[in-house]
């Protein structure tokens, strides 16, 4: 069982930029693919970005190419979404997830074992 705690949301003008943390409980975190999503009023649950086990590869939708970045620390059992050039579009709750084990890809929900609560991040104009 892993339970995850995603923090660092909150209230950033247009350009700006905010660090999403999101902590793991468990001895397991190593063994765990994670990643970001965001979830837009009134939308879809959409992919943001991934991270493999070890750290060596990451994947992004290509419209968060170039802003977002995507890091862990499997000593501290935390994955980390780093957000620049922040735009009114990027307001949503922002949800860390865990998968076991990625039988098809990373960008799809059902794929993912384990869900945080979600932390929220308006950009303003």
């Known amino acids: 069982q892993v339970q995850l705690v995603e923090s660092g949301g909150g209230l950033v003008q247009a350009g700006g930029s905010l660090r999403l943390s999101c902590a793991a409980s468990g001895r397991t975190f190593s063994t765990y693919v994670m990643s970001w999503f965001r979830q837009a009023p009134g939308k879809e649950r959409d992919p943001v970005a991934a991270i493999s086990r070890s750290g060596d590869n990451t994947y992004y939708l290509d419209s968060m190419k170039g802003r977002f970045t995507i890091s862990r620390d499997n000593a501290k059992k935390t994955v980390y979404l780093q957000m620049n050039n922040l735009k009114p579009e990027d307001t949503a709750v922002y949800y860390c997830?865990?998968?076991?084990?990625?039988?098809?890809?990373?960008?799809?929900?059902?794929?993912?074992?384990?869900w945080g609560q979600g932390t929220q991040v308006t950009v303003s104009s």
């Open positions: 997830a865990a998968a076991g084990r990625i039988a098809s890809n990373w960008y799809t929900k059902n794929e993912y074992d384990y």
